[in-house]
């Protein structure tokens, strides 16, 4: 799971409560219903993530949400795992459901990404663990946008697109602002 700043929000949107519990921890009971390790990912470890939830340190060389993907990816680099679910924080309305579905179109080294109107859902996506150093790259160069990251894994085979129907948008509702929220709790 990654996170961001908030500042758009005016505090960590990971530590908002929402239908009843804390946003960041909802994230991640999602990811635990369809994955066997699961992890916060950012620059320091967030107070609201308890002591048993482990935290994955963003990526020096990257920037924004690219460098906690960066992150989670180098984190599981060495163990067996073959890919990594990213889910944000600012997503929550995203599924068990989504998220399964996501993971069942992957493939050995290929993940997969939403692709809606709008552009990918880079953060509602698998990657494939083996993109770590073609992404380490782009990013070294100075690329840290993550719909041309993603557009470049797309375009070289290490994701595959995933359309959405209009009513699976809805699941990608992006939180940034306090008025976002206000429109959710409506």
């Not at 960590?12 to 916060?40: H, N, P, T």
């Not at 073959?82 to 080294?109: K, N, Q, T, W, Y």
């Amino acid at each position: 799971m990654v996170g961001g700043r908030s500042e758009r929000m005016g505090c960590d949107k990971a530590g908002i409560f929402w239908e009843g519990e804390v946003l960041g921890e909802r994230q991640m009971g999602v990811l635990s219903l369809c994955c066997e390790r699961v992890a916060a990912a950012a620059p320091v470890r967030p107070e609201w993530l308890s002591g048993d939830r482990e935290w994955v340190k963003d990526s020096v060389c990257g920037r924004g949400p690219a460098a906690g993907v960066l992150g989670a990816l180098d984190w599981l680099r060495t163990g067996k795992a073959s890919h990594v679910m990213v889910l944000a924080v600012d997503m929550p309305l995203a599924s068990v459901g989504l998220v399964s579905m996501i993971l069942a179109e992957r493939l050995e080294g290929r993940g997969v990404v939403p692709r809606c109107d709008e552009g990918f859902e880079p953060l509602c996506a698998c990657y494939p663990v083996g993109a770590l150093d073609y992404l380490s790259a782009w990013m070294a160069a100075g690329e840290h946008k993550m719909q041309t990251l993603v557009a470049r894994l797309v375009e070289e085979g290490w994701l595959a697109e995933m359309t959405l129907s209009p009513s699976e948008k809805l699941d990608f509702f992006n939180m940034n602002t306090p008025e976002d929220l206000a429109c959710l709790q409506g």
